[in-house]
């Protein structure tokens, strides 16, 4: 039983670290938390299940493929349609901005899909993987499955490429990286591009173990936010970390205690390391002045 609560924790942690990766991406480029994020998820599941997968009836792999070009596409409108006409603006401007896009893309999602809830038809979710007595959902598996494939090309991007040192640097500091002669405007398209993807990914796993709903996205985004701060917000290495120690958490508080104080669990947690590590399990302590 216990290594059926850890992989089934360690899948829904994954959705949250692949949420959180994109929070920490975006703050890390322009300083900004994108209160979308929750709702590209919402949208990618959408596009997937209702489009996709039920009207096209495109294999997965095809139907995933898909997503990731929308949500790149998607992305890069972003960027340079709503964030580079804001780059002068207040913070405060842009995160209303975002919350304004949070809020058009739950009600474009209810006028084109209509207020009923669908179901994605995964192919994983009637395969069930047998270890000894354990039993695995064929969707847990391929969510982990997805995870270590891109942390894999993530880690490759980042060390081997071009791009991927480019977005490190305008990560870490974009102003350092203009000087050095990085496209800034570019990359920060790109890093956009990457951090819609990873929500649309999360989109497609996420969608065969819930009702797509356009409120869908809403409670998981939450989590992931909390992710970030439980592995040190604006640290790539925290938001995966994060992510799988609360997925883990809530899947042994279900079990040993309540299904009904999952949210409990979760958000006291954040709480606990907001009182007493507010810097996160890999953040730098704030030295105050004395």
């Known amino acids: 039983m216990s290594l059926q609560l850890i992989i089934s924790g360690l899948a829904m942690g994954a959705i949250y670290a692949l949420i959180a990766l994109g929070f920490t991406l975006i703050w890390n480029a322009v300083g900004i938390v994108n209160f979308a994020q929750g709702e590209l998820v919402m949208i990618a599941a959408y596009v997937s299940a209702g489009w996709l997968a039920m009207s096209l009836h495109l294999p997965w792999v095809l139907n995933l493929l898909m997503v990731m070009i929308f949500m790149a596409i998607f992305g890069i409108f972003i960027a340079r349609w709503m964030y580079h006409p804001l780059r002068k603006s207040s913070q405060l401007s842009a995160i209303v901005a975002t919350i304004g896009l949070s809020l058009f893309?739950?009600?474009?999602?209810?006028?084109?899909?209509?207020p009923e809830p669908l179901i994605d038809p995964s192919?994983?979710?009637?395969?069930?993987?047998?270890?000894?007595?354990?039993?695995?959902s064929g969707q847990y598996i391929s969510i982990l499955a997805a995870l270590l494939i891109l942390m894999g090309l993530q880690v490759f991007m980042f060390r081997r490429t071009q791009v991927g040192r480019a977005m490190q640097a305008t990560a870490?500091?974009?102003?350092?990286?203009?000087?050095?002669?990085?496209n800034t405007k570019t990359i920060i398209s790109i890093i956009f591009a990457y951090a819609f993807v990873l929500a649309g990914i999360a989109g497609v796993l996420m969608a065969p173990?819930?009702?797509?709903?356009?409120?869908?996205?809403?409670?998981?985004?939450?989590?992931?936010?909390?992710?970030?701060?439980?592995g040190g917000f604006g640290?790539?290495?925290?938001?995966?970390?994060?992510?799988?120690?609360?997925?883990?958490?809530?899947?042994?508080?279900?079990?040993?205690?309540?299904?009904?104080?999952?949210d409990v669990i979760s958000f006291g947690l954040l709480i606990a390391f907001l009182i007493f590590r507010?810097?996160?399990?890999?953040?730098?302590?704030i030295m105050e002045r004395p």
């Not at 192919?123 to 695995?136: C, E, I, Q």
């Not at 790539?236 to 999952?262: D, N, P, R, T, W």
């Not at 507010?278 to 302590?285: A, L, S, T, V, W």
């Open 105 to 114: 893309l739950k009600n474009i999602a209810v006028l084109i899909w209509g």
């Open 123 to 136: 192919p994983f979710k009637a395969v069930t993987l047998h270890v000894g007595r354990a039993a695995f």
């Open 172 to 182: 870490q500091d974009g102003e350092v990286a203009r000087l050095m002669g990085v």
């Open 209 to 230: 173990l819930f009702y797509v709903s356009a409120d869908m996205g809403s409670l998981v985004a939450l989590k992931a936010f909390a992710a970030c701060i439980i």
């Open 235 to 262: 640290n790539v290495q925290g938001a995966l970390v994060g992510g799988l120690i609360l997925g883990v958490l809530e899947a042994f508080g279900s079990y040993f205690i309540s299904s009904q104080y999952v």
């Open 278 to 285: 507010p810097q996160g399990i890999f953040g730098e302590p």
